[in-house]
């Protein structure tokens, strides 16, 4: 597989609870790519976010890290690769928001150094990039879950990681802030990185992906450029639901009948 590519996946398969959600998948990610993936609740999105990130094993095929297969890389290889936004976030407690974004910083740590002055320079930096400075010294416990996730987009930040793979990453986020968020790992894309991010916002992926994969949830999926992929014939399929097309200040947006 190509040693330079950031992520590749060859004849990838994944299966959950005896269903088949993806068969033979494809997939290179190239620097600077932008990635989407689309699908309908249960169609495998936060699984291949899971086992690209290393979290499973996949049930057929193979994933490569710049060259190096998950299955022969140890963890903290994997966390100096790739990154990873949950979904889900796990509860902290007694922690502020600046240390929960120094655990960012693990992967390029010694295991007997602590965070040094560099490190707590990064995660500063992350948090600010990241719209959330003013949090740093808060609890992480008791901010409300758009700031818990703009905080953990600033841990994804201060990994430094080449690939960011992002689990619906606008949850429990208002406009200004998931438009935001997105347009800051746009913005790593636009210095070198890549960017894998499961969305349910077919106009936010206009706004930003370069490619699209759409998966059916059934072991069909497609690949391609945002441009060709994202068109209200082929999301109405893929939802299962009519879909129309608008323009508005020269952006696509997608909305349902």
Known sequence: MGGDLPLQARALALR??????????????APGD??????????????LLHTLAGLRAPDGGEVHLQGTSLGASSRREIARRVALLPQDLEPVTDTSALDAVLVGRYAHRSAWRAGDAADLQIARAALQR???LELAEREFAT??????RRVAAAAVL????????????????????????LA??????????????????ATLAARHASHVLMLHGDGRWQHGTAAEMLTADALSALYL?????????????????
């Not at 932008?34 to 699984?47: E, I």
């Not at 636009?190 to 349910?200: C, D, E, P």
């Open 16 to 29: 959950a609870g005896g269903r088949v959600l993806l068969e033979g998948l494809d997939l290179a990610v």
């Open 34 to 47: 932008f990635v989407a993936v689309l699908g309908r609740n249960g169609a495998g999105k936060t699984l």
């Open 130 to 132: 990241a719209g959330a």
């Open 143 to 148: 901010l409300s879950g758009g700031e818990q």
């Open 158 to 181: 201060a990994q430094e990681t080449p690939l960011v793979l992002l689990d619906e990453p606008t949850n429990h986020l208002d406009p200004h802030h998931a438009v935001g968020l």
């Open 184 to 201: 800051l790992f746009a913005a790593h894309c636009a210095a070198g990185g890549s960017v894998v991010t499961t969305l349910h916002d």
């Open 241 to 257: 639901t009519p879909m129309v097309e608008h323009r508005s200040g020269g952006r696509r947006i997608f909305t349902a009948l």
